[in-house]
T-cell receptor, first 119, second 116 residues
Framework: GAVVSQHPSWVICKSGTSVKIECRSL??????MFWYRQFPKQSLMLMAT?????????EQGVEKDKFLINHASLTLSTLTVTSAHPEDSSFYIC???????????????FGDGTRLSIL | AQSVAQPEDQVNVAEGNPLTVKCTYS??????LFWYVQYPNRGLQFLLK??????LVKGSYGFEAEFNKSQTSFHLKKPSALVSDSALYFC??????????????FGKGTRLSVIA
């Protein structure tokens, strides 16, 4: 089945550091990937939709200069948290849908998430 | 606009008993419906989906869900719960008329605790 790989799983770094998170579709091509943020014991918050070869679409209230998204190929999207601060600490999850088999009724597949802790 | 409601934050059930996790949805057209499970510090894992056809769909790990159009519901069920089923469960919907690039809309999640 479709697999989404997310790396790294855990990041602990100092305030002011920029952190890059990678999301790869391993056995399918994903023209669109989604980035979510999840706070403890809460639901997923969609941050942005990443489109291959074009600019990402950010949800209202998400700072595009803070959360840089690059979707340079059909199998890779990256999220960079720039100049991270403690309030950026969270669980970030990427997701992609294999649109090549069956179209829009296919489920989204999720990476295992990245736990980001900013000290 | 699309929305999903999971009315219960927490469901507790004894091991071996049947379990139900409730979900209702709202879409302007016809829905694609999904259930996912999340274990601690992991991403979401797909369980099952309703696209069309039989209202009762079967998925992974013995889970099933019943689509009820009149009640706009898609409750998740399992005949006999296991302790290992304890996790966070999310219901999600996409309107069939939306493009494939639109993300799923998720409910807020229901935490299932199965007690031995």
């Amino acid at each position: 089945g479709a697999v989404v790989s997310q790396h790294p799983s855990w990041v602990i770094c100092k305030s002011g550091t920029s952190v890059k998170i990678e999301c790869r579709s391993l056995d399918f091509q994903a023209t669109t990937m989604f980035w979510y943020r999840q706070f403890p014991k809460q639901s997923l918050m969609l941050m942005a939709t990443s489109n291959e070869g074009s600019k990402a679409t950010y949800e209202q209230g998400v700072e595009k200069d803070k959360f840089l998204i690059n979707h340079a190929s059909l199998t890779l999207s990256t999220l960079t948290v720039t100049s991270a601060h403690p309030e950026d600490s969270s669980f970030y999850i990427c997701s992609a849908r294999d649109g090549g088999t069956g179209g829009k009724n296919q489920p989204q597949h999720f990476g295992d998430g990245t736990r980001l802790s900013i000290l | 606009a699309q929305s999903v409601a999971q009315p219960e934050d927490q469901v507790n059930v004894a091991e071996g008993n049947p379990l139900t996790v409730k979900c209702t949805y709202s879409v302007s057209g016809n829905p694609y419906l999904f259930w996912y499970v999340q274990y601690p510090n992991r991403g979401l894992q797909f369980l099952l989906k309703y696209i069309t056809g039989d209202n009762l769909v079967k998925g992974s790990y013995g889970f099933e869900a019943e689509f009820n159009k009149s009640q706009t519901s898609f409750h998740l069920k399992k005949p006999s719960a296991l302790v290992s089923d304890s996790a966070l469960y999310f219901c999600a919907v996409r309107d069939k008329s939306n493009s494939g690039n639109t993300p799923l809309v998720f409910g807020k999640g229901t935490r299932l605790s199965v007690i031995a």
